[in-house]
């Protein structure tokens, strides 16, 4: 039985990242990769996931790499390098829009299934704005030294 539910949660994980993968497009899309499951809730060590967001944006503005790979998640740090490279999609001007959790859809039913519910509490994403061009969603998982940033894709 276990092996069936490893089986079923792999397919359903490779769904969705196909699914993310078709959807993203842009400049700032990527396909996600899972991260390993989260850090349980603790201490807020590394502030609330809004601060964390508005850091890395701050940082991908100012093309500053070795603070993008501080903040991002090991699975996004290739990825993470590129956006560096590439630039913002506008300089210099963003806006945090909102916060919120992976609360529904496929991708929190594959956190789900692998991590288990209590995962999702320790997941957000974050929609900021730059002037001129569509929303980001920034995806941000809770590990022992606060939020990192494990995908950016055009909201």
């Known amino acids: 039985m276990t092996r069936v539910r490893l089986a079923i949660g792999g397919l359903v994980a490779a769904a ?5 993968a078709a959807g993203a497009g842009g400049p700032t899309a990527s ?3 899972l991260p390993r499951c989260p850090a349980q809730a603790g201490d807020d060590t590394g502030g609330p996931p ?7 944006i701050a940082a991908w503005a100012q093309r ?9 998640d090991p699975v996004f740090r290739g990825k993470a390098a ?4 590439d630039g913002p999609p506008a300089p210099g001007q963003f806006e945090l829009l909102r916060v919120g959790g992976l609360a529904n859809g496929m991708l929190a039913g594959t956190v789900e299934s692998r991590c288990g519910a209590a995962a999702l509490g320790e997941m957000r994403k974050v929609d900021v704005s730059f002037p001129g061009n569509r929303p980001v ?3 941000l ?6 939020y990192r940033v494990w995908g950016v894709r055009d909201a």
């Open 137 to 139: 969603r920034m995806f």
């Open 64 to 72: 500053d790499r070795t603070l993008v790979e501080h903040l991002t």
């Open 50 to 56: 809004s601060s964390a967001a508005l850091a890395f």
């Open 16 to 20: 969705a990242l196909a699914v993310l």
């Open 82 to 85: 590129k956006l560096v490279a």
């Open 141 to 146: 998982v809770r590990r022992s030294a606060g």
């Open 31 to 33: 396909a996600l990769a």
